[in-house]
């Protein structure tokens, strides 16, 4: 194993390997392409980070860039709509490059300066902004004409900190029993321009009743149709082999819903009620609904305004997490009411299981502070935020 200093980036780990072997990675001011074989560093243009720039991905091909942030620019007392943005990124030999490493012993030889972290009282109703977010999809619109038999669905919706909210939704579509095709629909607010942020490479295919449908066929197979109503933008993708007519008629399908898709369990979960953040702002949250519902999953990310708080990411899981196992980085919690619970060393993340529900914990903070604070400490910090769990 290879092991470069760098500068200090706010990511502990690339996001996204695609199959070109570039790695993306990010700090306070840019996204950069590591490409593994070479070693060479480049700055992907056109995006300056910042401290909302989050949840950020690399296709597989290489090819784009997804990203959420906001706009900084404020609305009264709150910062406007959280966007999710896309990027298509070309050729990126041509982009200039970086050099990311330092001075290793200058970044040995930083300590850390943190000697606790103090937890306070969660008074947020989760519950209540989980349950809002689901029956707001009764204010959307809804593909109700599919190419072919529609197997399944997954649900994302996700209420952002600003209190604006996204919709995604994943159809899985059956040809004759024997494959299995997918196509994105996506639901997002106009940005403060009035345009749509998906829109930019796509063209007017159709005009029925004075609105556009539009329609874009990429080089690289990729096939989008959308339309725009009421400020609202309503977004198709696939890489699947459907046709220009079919992926339209789907947007020209659309229509509201007299009810949400399925009930969601909100009487059985459980939600923390001690956070190491004084008071958390309005959190970010998200649902998702896997096969219909046969299991949903619930995400929470606080944060807070005061220096010493601590960014904690919060969910739950109807499955295992794919870490959920006996590891030597892991260390075993004995906690009355859970089954199994690990803390893993190596992520600032634990995990509970209560025979129904995981409930996984992740800490945003830097290594040199948890090896400051050590894992005893860590752990039984870990302990008293599960145990505050109802």
């Given at each position: ?26 700090d ?6 590591y ?9 992907i ?9 989050k ?6 091909d290489?090819?784009t860039?997804?990203?959420t942030?906001?706009?900084?620019v404020m ?12 990027l298509?990124?070309?050729d ?10 330092a001075?290793a ?14 937890l ?34 997954t ?11 996204d ?9 004759n ?14 940005m403060r ?6 829109f930019?490479d796509l063209?007017?295919?159709e ?17 989008e149709?959308?339309?725009s ?8 993708e696939t890489?699947?082999d ?6 339209l ?10 009810e949400?898709f ?9 939600l923390?009620?001690k956070l190491?953040?004084q008071?958390?702002d309005q ?7 896997y ?12 944060s807070?305004?005061?220096d010493?708080?601590?960014?904690t ?17 892991n ?9 199994e ?18 409930y ?22 870990f ?8």
């Amino acid at each position: 194993m290879k092991r470069l200093a760098i500068k200090p980036l706010n990511t502990s780990s690339p996001k996204s390997i695609d199959k070109n072997g570039n790695a993306l990675i990010k700090d306070d001011e840019h996204f950069y392409l590591y490409h593994i074989p070479s070693e060479i560093t480049y700055i992907i243009p056109e995006v300056e980070t910042g401290v909302y720039t989050k949840d950020y991905a690399l296709s597989q091909d290489g090819n784009t860039l997804v990203y959420t942030d906001r706009d900084l620019v404020m609305e009264g007392d709150k910062y406007a709509t959280q966007y999710l943005y896309r990027l298509r990124l070309g050729d990126y030999t041509n982009f200039e490059t970086a050099e990311l490493h330092a001075d290793a012993d200058a970044a040995e030889k930083e300590a850390s300066d943190m000697k606790e972290i103090s937890l306070h009282e969660n008074n947020l109703d989760e519950i209540d902004e989980f349950n809002s977010l689901w029956e707001s999809s009764k204010d959307q619109l809804f593909p109700t004409n599919f190419p072919g038999e529609l197997e399944y669905t997954t649900h994302h919706f996700t209420q952002t900190s600003d209190g604006s909210t996204d919709y995604s939704m994943s159809y899985y579509i059956y040809f004759n029993d024997l494959s299995e095709d997918k196509i994105n629909y996506s639901i997002n607010p106009t940005m403060r321009d009035g345009t749509c942020l998906f829109f930019d490479d796509l063209e007017v295919a159709e005009t029925v009743d004075g609105i556009d449908y539009l329609y874009y066929e990429f080089d690289n197979s990729d096939r989008e149709a959308a339309v725009s109503m009421d400020d609202i933008c309503y977004h198709f993708e696939t890489d699947d082999d459907f046709t220009k007519d079919e992926l339209l008629n789907m947007a020209k399908s659309l229509e509201p819903i007299d009810e949400v898709f399925h009930e969601i369990p909100l009487d059985e979960i459980k939600l923390l009620k001690k956070l190491p953040i004084q008071s958390p702002d309005q959190p970010y949250q998200s649902i998702i609904s896997y096969h219909d519902g046969e299991s949903v999953d619930f995400i929470v990310e606080y944060s807070g305004n005061q220096d010493d708080d601590i960014r904690t990411e919060f969910e739950i899981r109807n499955s295992a997490p794919n870490f959920f196992e006996e590891r030597e980085e892991n260390i075993n919690l004995d906690i009355d009411g859970f089954e199994e619970a690990y803390y893993l060393t190596d992520y600032h993340r634990s995990i509970f299981y209560d025979g129904n529900y995981y409930y996984v914990i992740e800490l945003d903070i830097k290594d040199k502070d948890a090896e400051a604070l050590g894992h005893d400490y860590l752990e039984e910090l870990f302990i008293e935020m599960a145990e505050s769990l109802e």
